[in-house]
């Protein structure tokens, strides 16, 4: 099926819960929503939940 009125809008997300994974605090759940004209549409959910992790900063902010 085609969409032919497809337009770009407005999203975020809204960090739910944070945890420290090694020592660093982070979200550990997140919704992401669209911003539409109707109100807001959540369109993904996300959650981690990892026992253990090896976090480089280094690698990933230079």
Do not use: H
Request: hydrophobic fraction near 35%; aromatic fraction near 16%.
């Amino acid at each position: 099926m085609r969409i032919d009125s497809a337009q770009l809008c407005d999203w975020g997300g809204v960090n739910k819960e944070f945890k420290a994974f090694n020592g660093i605090r982070i979200p550990s759940r997140s919704d992401i929503v669209w911003k539409e004209k109707t109100g807001d549409f959540t369109w993904f959910q996300c959650e981690i939940s990892i026992k253990t992790a090896t976090v480089r900063a280094y690698e990933y902010f230079g």
